[in-house]
């Protein structure tokens, strides 16, 4: 799908499968749509279903940090202070472990104050909160992680009913969460039924609309200043949820077109699920390849230390069109 | 050849190219061995190799330093401090760029203090002093990154001779130096020639022997604590000088076994290629596969950042056995 060029010559190549999937099924595909993948972190809107069928009232932008990878810079990290404090409940109850905030200006001030990183600064941080708002509106136990715990049980039968599959099996995330596997087009199809969710209903339906919107209105706390999913969301020409996982996935969202979209690099480069989701974007229409959000990640110049262009991020022959 | 684990499924691969050669041509292969790579940082001896051959007189430490991508502690950066004030240069003199020290102590010394990342601090900041030496020995003019100068003509030609082949091409490095490309097979082949190079020898061959043996005396000043290049140097039950490349590359030279190992990820993943080179080494019988260097890299729980083991690095079925 992407290469890496320097010089005259292609340096790194990566494969990967990737569906779109509209309301006829699947309208385009590449690689092995049947590949088994770990959503990781796409499937956050997923993870975050059962909270808001529930009933549980929240905001939108608490919706958001639910759906959100986000770099622990202080909008994100207050955000989810002031959820758990509302909560009666502190950083300790979190089960996602601490991460050094991606934000540089706040991580050097904490490596200054020689603050160790905490658990509100993992990029999980908002989702684990989620979760906590779920297990207390169920009365449950705090270990909330737990594969047999009703969250996560929840959480198992929407990925499953949404996916339209049965999980082959789930790994633990980096933040300790089960993550629930499916294949490609399972992922792209849960990620339709969200892009073709009512307003304004009740139920599932109501709660996908709910979650795709707020991350619609909130790109800025579903990841963060600079990062793909923020940037690509800004720049779409058609209002889209936009999501990246870990080890090289990436989702797409698009309520008006009725699409949804998944994406997998087979050896789980970032680089690559990022120039891969954009030229998808743009060869569904949605994305100019001129807008700086897509020149970024494709076509992109690769500049070395000494700031010299010296190769580039770009589709493969062939890949999307 | 090597893939990511997580539960029970597999999450990622990686493919690859590599090649064992020794004193009668290769001796094994997987991938493709006529594939074109850049060596990036894993031909630093053999850019080094006009530097020494010109009779440039250098201790030990700094033909290992000229061969390192060292990461930037206090010992490599002092090291390459007072070799330049011995050339009557300094700091500004070379063309490597800044980098962050990726030492945490010192990064984080420095970030307290305000400071901001040097061009001492750069991996390449030792192969850049040897560059200025070779250029005050010619007595050529400052800019010694152009693939004009006469030091990278000096490099090119040792380049296309030791490898056997034509370079097809070169980029630019992250240090701004030109790479040269060569084939799998042909990097493999330069690493055979330093693997049987005698000592004591004059010219081309004391050279190499000078060089190879200088990695094999300091794998700390090669690359630094907990680095791959330094834990396996050590590691290995016969001398070995083994180096990385960014973007997937792995070398080593064994002189007692007059052998010389090329390998490059395709998709240019360094948790592959580290796995990947540890993974032949134990193959050759060079390394313990139970070794705590080994098992960093081969067979090696993914940790989250709970602590908790979520998966593997490790070779697939059929490499390199």
Same sequence: chains 1, 2.
Avoid at 257 to 286: P, W, Y
């Amino acid at each position: 799908m992407i290469r890496a060029t320097r010089g005259d010559l292609v340096e790194s190549t990566h494969r990967g499968h990737a569906v779109v999937m509209d309301a006829g099924g699947i309208a385009m595909a590449w690689g092995d749509p049947d590949a088994v993948i770990y959503p990781r972190s796409s499937c956050k809107m997923l993870q975050a279903l059962p909270l808001i069928e529930a009933g549980v009232d929240l905001p939108s932008e608490r919706m958001a940090l639910a759906c959100a990878s986000h770099q622990g810079a202080a909008l994100h990290v207050e955000g989810v202070r002031h959820w758990l404090a509302d909560m009666g409940l502190g950083e300790d109850d979190l089960m996602c472990g601490p991460e050094p905030s991606r934000d540089t200006d706040l991580r050097h001030a904490m490596i200054r104050a020689h603050e160790a990183p905490g658990q509100v600064h993992n990029n999980c941080s908002g989702k684990h909160a989620g979760f906590l708002a779920l297990t207390r509106h169920l009365g449950a136990g705090p270990a909330y992680v737990d594969p047999d715990h009703p969250v996560q049980k929840a959480v198992r039968a929407a990925f499953e009913e949404v996916t339209g599959e049965d999980s082959p099996g789930f790994g633990f995330d980096g933040c300790s969460a089960p993550n629930f596997a499916t294949t490609t087009t399972g992922l792209a199809r849960a990620m339709q039924r969200f892009a073709s969710a009512g307003q304004g209903g009740g139920g599932r339906d109501g709660a996908m609309a709910a979650l795709r919107d707020a991350m619609i209105a909130h790109p800025m706390l579903v990841a963060g200043e600079g990062r793909a999913c923020t940037e690509l969301m800004a720049a779409c020409t058609t209002p889209a949820a936009i999501k990246t996982g870990a080890e090289g996935v990436f989702v797409a969202i698009l309520p008006e077109r009725g699409m949804g979209v998944a994406l997998k690099i087979a050896d789980g480069a970032t680089r690559a699920s990022e120039a891969a989701i954009a030229a998808i974007l743009v060869h569904l229409g949605a994305l100019d390849p001129e807008h700086p959000a897509a020149r970024r990640r494709l076509g992109v110049p690769i500049v070395n230390r000494a700031g010299l262009e010296v190769g580039r991020i770009e589709a493969m022959a062939g890949f999307p069109a």
